[in-house]
């Protein structure tokens, strides 16, 4: 990785002043539980309780069933509402138990992008196993939406084959970054064999509301407002950059939610400021402007 390359002007399309980046998390359906042969559950959701014990939570999965039952839907329609294009990481096995996101995705004309074939940890895989299931995702998220993902998301941890084992199988972009606000490319992983990082922004992303109860939809907004209109301003005075936007169906797509992404939406798409756009438009615009 070469920080010196988060220094290289940007310029939008449209002369927009800032890129804007919604990332849809998709993980229901793909959780640990011991139904699936992992040795323990996930950690239970709004509670932040952990237990370790090697049963199955059946209360816990209903509640990450909520997000494709409930919260999708909420989200699929302002997607469509403000007419934006998002880019949905996805883990693969939750489109092979939920066809129904990927048929989603697919009306959508929205992008998937690898977020590991399940949501699980890969930091512990050994080099084959991790290929593998680099792979597998591919594979399948291709099969679910027609479309083969050329980005990737890992959860939280990767390894130190990761990045180069994502340009062996092919990818043109990697998401695990949050070193910046632009695009730049990693010439070192792999000499001659450059990818795009695309980096990943946590300070707006909804699933501080489930961390941290005090953090509110209200907050949430204020937060992601203004951030945006901070880029805004930076792109105005010469220095475009690009903002992510995460959301996860379960958390967002919860009653008392939903409207911050509302009106989210409604003062970034009336702002007249904002390409909003997929992570793979955005890298394939990054490598026009700066070939590699």
Not at 103 to 130: C, K, N, S, Y
Not at 182 to 191: K, L
Not at 193 to 203: A, G
Request: proline share 6%; aromatic share 10%.
């Amino acid at each position: 990785m070469q920080p010196a390359m988060q220094q290289e002007r940007m310029h939008w399309p449209g002369g927009a002043a800032v890129a804007l980046s919604i990332v849809v998390n998709v993980e229901e359906g793909s959780e640990m539980t011991v139904a699936r042969g992992d040795r323990g559950m996930e950690p239970v959701d709004e509670l932040g309780v952990f237990v370790k014990a090697p049963i199955r939570n059946h209360s816990n999965e209903s509640n990450y069933l909520y997000g494709i039952k409930a919260g999708a839907p909420r989200v699929v329609d302002l997607l469509e509402t403000y007419r934006v294009r998002a880019s949905w990481t996805v883990a693969a096995m939750s489109l092979e138990t939920h066809p129904e996101i990927a048929a989603a995705i697919r009306a959508l004309g929205h992008e998937p992008v690898a977020h590991g074939w399940r949501w699980v940890h890969q930091f512990r895989m050994d080099e084959a196993t991790e290929r593998a299931f680099i792979r597998r995702a591919a594979d399948s998220i291709e099969a679910t939406t027609g479309t083969r993902p050329v980005g990737w998301l890992s959860r939280y941890l990767l390894t130190d084959n990761t990045r180069r084992l994502l340009i062996e199988e092919g990818y043109q972009y990697h998401m695990d970054d949050y070193s910046g606000d632009i695009p730049f490319w990693d010439r070192e992983t792999v000499p001659g064999r450059p990818i795009v990082i695309l980096p990943y922004q946590l300070d707006t992303n909804d699933m501080k509301m489930w961390t941290d109860p005090a953090y509110t939809p209200d907050a949430w907004l204020h937060y992601a407002v203004r951030s945006f209109d901070q880029l805004v301003r930076e792109g105005e005075a010469g220095c475009p950059k690009m903002m992510s936007l995460g959301l996860h169906l379960r958390i967002i797509g919860r009653p008392g939610r939903i409207w911050a992404l509302r009106e989210f939406l409604q003062h970034v798409t009336g702002s007249g400021a904002a390409w909003i756009a997929t992570r793979r438009e955005i890298a394939d615009h990054f490598r026009s402007l700066h070939p590699a």
